[in-house]
């Protein structure tokens, strides 16, 4: 499984645009981009999941250049609600290979 | 309608009892798992289980066992509790077939071992 790099924490405003960027240099051929959401006292929340390109649903925008070495979650105008902890996973989605390995996430902190 | 549930929510207990933790799914998935957040908040997988296959995560100790008696079920078994076994505890199902890395967190069940 590729190792990703994300940042420890952020902080924003509400009603910002925030975007999270995470390394993953070693992804493979068949690895899909996979973005997890923990509130406090919480299971994890699947928020979206992408190859290459863009992806977009009702929560959030998976940005993905062409050489896929990192790919940026994009949350539109964030709430208090917004804040959580964000995790990046890349792996191969295939039959034998879903045993998810949650790196230390991005902590997001919205202010007021 | 929950769609993953765990029971207990909270589970206080001494040094070297038994105790299990149930989870059950109502999402038709064919694959759970069971996951542990230690107090540093980092999720480590212990087992994944479908009817053909389980696999253990070789960092998790034998006194920890999962049991499914069907398809909606996995339970959790830990013999001998220790301290360091305080943590919370997660179940997750997918539907493997079609996207093994979209999974369905339960709400957790924190353990406490005193």
């Known amino acids: 499984l590729a190792k990703t790099t994300q940042p420890i924490s952020m902080d924003s405003y509400e009603g910002q645009e925030v975007n999270i960027t995470c390394s993953h240099n070693?992804?493979?051929?068949?690895?899909?981009i996979t973005w997890y959401q923990q509130f406090p006292s919480q299971g994890p929340r699947f928020i979206i999941q992408g190859y290459k390109t863009k992806v977009t649903n009702e929560v959030a925008s998976l940005f993905i250049p062409a050489d896929r070495k990192s790919s940026t979650l994009s949350l539109p105008r964030v709430s208090l609600s917004d804040t959580a902890v964000y995790y990046c996973l890349v792996g191969d989605g295939g039959a034998g290979s879903y045993q998810l390995t949650f790196g230390k996430g991005t902590k997001l902190s919205v202010i007021p | 309608d929950t769609a993953v549930s765990q029971t207990p929510k909270y589970l206080v207990t001494q040094m070297g009892n038994d105790k299990s933790i149930k989870c059950e799914q109502n999402l038709g998935h064919d694959t759970m798992y069971w996951y542990k957040q230690d107090s540093k908040k980092f999720l480590k997988i212990m087992f994944s289980?479908?009817?053909?296959?389980?696999?253990i995560n070789e960092t998790v100790p034998n006194r920890f066992s999962p049991k499914s008696p069907d398809k909606a079920h996995l339970n959790l078994h830990i013999n001998s509790l220790e301290l360091g076994d305080s943590a919370v505890y997660f179940c997750a199902s997918s539907q493997l077939a079609e996207s093994s890395y979209e999974q369905y967190f339960g709400p957790g069940t924190r353990l406490t071992v005193t």
């Open positions: 070693n992804i493979a051929t068949n690895d899909y």
């Open positions: 289980y479908n009817n053909k296959e389980l696999i």
